[in-house]
Nanobody, 125 residues
Framework: QVHLGESGGGLVQRGGSLKLSCVVS????????MAWFRQAPGKEREREFV??????????HYGDAVKGRFTISRHDVLNTVYLQMNDLGPEDTAIYFC????????????????WGQGTQVTVSS
């Protein structure tokens, strides 16, 4: 059974940085495309696309709200995908989830087969 575990969230001031990690176990990590989505307060039914990359590590895509500030990367030996978040603002406050699907990433949450439990990011003004 594939398990995803996010970490690295927390409370940070406006303009600060955080680096999220998502460790994948129980599956062939090298075969998975990985993505980050977020769920903002009051929008529990909506997962906003943040970033994704293919199983090969290329094909990186970012949501418009985070372009130029966030960077997604992966480490296949550690079975981990990262999200480096810089210049954070209150609008970035959300629960951040990582998702996995076979091979090629998409921007649509319902196309991901495996999910973690999420990690809370709170940005104060």
């Amino acid at each position: 059974q594939v398990h995803l575990g996010e970490s690295g969230g927390g409370l940070v001031q406006r303009g600060g940085s955080l680096k999220l990690s998502c460790v994948v176990s129980g599956g062939a990590f090298a075969d998975y495309a990985m993505a980050w989505f977020r769920q903002a307060p009051g929008k529990e039914r909506e997962r906003e696309f943040v970033a994704s990359l293919n199983f090969s590590g290329n094909g990186k895509h970012y949501g418009d709200a985070v372009k130029g500030r966030f960077t997604i990367s992966r480490h296949d030996v550690l079975n981990t995908v990262y999200l480096q978040m810089n210049d954070l603002g209150p609008e970035d406050t959300a629960i951040y989830f990582c998702g996995a699907r076979f091979a090629i990433a998409t921007m649509y949450a319902d196309e991901y087969e495996h999910w973690g439990q999420g990690t809370q990011v709170t940005v104060s003004s």
